[in-house]
């Protein structure tokens, strides 16, 4: 691994730091990508075998209402849309490795994939989270027809509750740790481009 070899040489002839350890935080730094690229790959894996569930479910199961076909054409539009951004991050943070042994543009580069991240977890989910709620309140018609009275009800308190659950406790964790998962990763660097720095 070149990048890491260079660096390693550049980082050794600098006076030695003992609070800094330059092994400790590259391990660090590609942990958490790691870690950050595993998480991303694993979400759309699963966002992909959704996708195929209703797409299976579109030709399998005969609905009785056509709300519930348009409800499973807004799903299936919406999850692609995640799948495919969920995958774009995933290879974007995958194939960030080469920029190591260049610790400035690879924390120039972590800070417009925290921005675009941070737009796609908050502005962009927003929009996916309504039109989701959306193709549920289509599917509602047929759940309205085909469920006893109370049943019904108590499905659509159900996913009120968990729209609400996964808006405001779920995703605000999963951004916050997303973040702080980045961050290290930028402190780490700053540490690094600290020592390369020749005030000459």
Not at 87 to 114: C, E, G, T
């Amino acid at each position: 691994m070149k990048g890491f070899d260079e660096i390693q040489q550049l980082w050794q002839g600098q006076a030695p730091d003992p609070n800094v350890s330059f092994e400790a935080m590259l391990m660090r730094i590609k942990g958490n990508r790691s870690a950050l690229a595993r998480k991303l790959f694993w979400q759309s894996i699963a966002v992909g075998i959704g996708v195929v569930i209703l797409l299976w479910m579109c030709v399998a199961v005969d609905f009785s209402t056509w709300t519930t076909y348009l409800a499973l054409v807004i799903m299936i539009g919406c999850i692609c849309y995640y799948f495919v951004n969920q995958l774009s991050d995933y290879r974007a943070i995958s194939n960030s490795h080469h920029l190591l042994s260049k610790p400035q543009d690879y924390i120039n580069y972590l800070k417009v994939f925290q921005q675009r991240r941070n737009r796609f977890n908050t502005r962009s989910y927003t929009v996916y989270e309504i039109c989701i709620a959306i193709a549920f309140a289509l599917y509602g018609v047929e759940m309205y027809f085909a469920l006893p009275l109370w049943t019904f009800v108590g499905a659509i308190v159900f996913i009120i509750f968990w729209f609400l659950i996964c808006h405001f406790v779920f995703m605000k964790q999963y951004i916050h740790n997303e973040n702080a998962r980045i961050e290290e990763m930028i402190d780490n660097l700053e540490r690094i481009k600290g020592q390369f720095y020749d005030p000459n």
